[in-house]
């Protein structure tokens, strides 16, 4: 059995794939890739309008245009786990900050110099605000 986090790195290269070259998300999903993989792609996929809004909202004189496609991919799937849990059910969810730090280090892997603290700062902003509107009930 792959690695959780094996397993959303996986998620992470079929939404880059699919955003930049347009190709069906079925098509740039490995093959054999886990119930789990598929449903956190898919989910970073579909909800992709409301995950960028949030993204961009925390992005902080950064357009989301400006941002590389690798990594908004790392957020949207962070994201995923982060706000929508269910999306993609593991048998133990990983806590947002668990979240937040699988895509730091992906983005420290695979990125530019500046994306993993940038990554931190939009996620970890994201949470903030999550956590507020939770005590504002």
Known sequence: ????????????????????????????????????????????????PELDEAIDQHAHGWSVERIQPLERSIMRVALIEMLH??????????????????????????????APAFVNGVLGAVLRQVRENARAG
């Not at 959303?8 to 119930?35: E, N």
């Not at 269910?86 to 110099?113: Q, R, Y």
Request: hydrophobic share 40%; with cysteine.
């Open 1 to 48: 059995e792959m690695k959780r986090s094996e397993q959303r790195r996986q998620a992470v290269f079929a939404v880059y794939q699919h955003d930049l070259t347009g190709r069906d998300l079925v098509d740039t999903l490995p093959g054999g890739a886990s119930l789990f993989v598929r449903a956190l792609a898919h989910a970073a996929v579909d909800r992709a």
């Open 85 to 114: 849990p269910d999306a993609a059910p593991a048998d133990e969810p990983i806590p947002p900050e668990g979240a937040i730090e699988e895509a730091v280090e992906s983005a420290k892997t695979f990125c530019g110099p500046d």
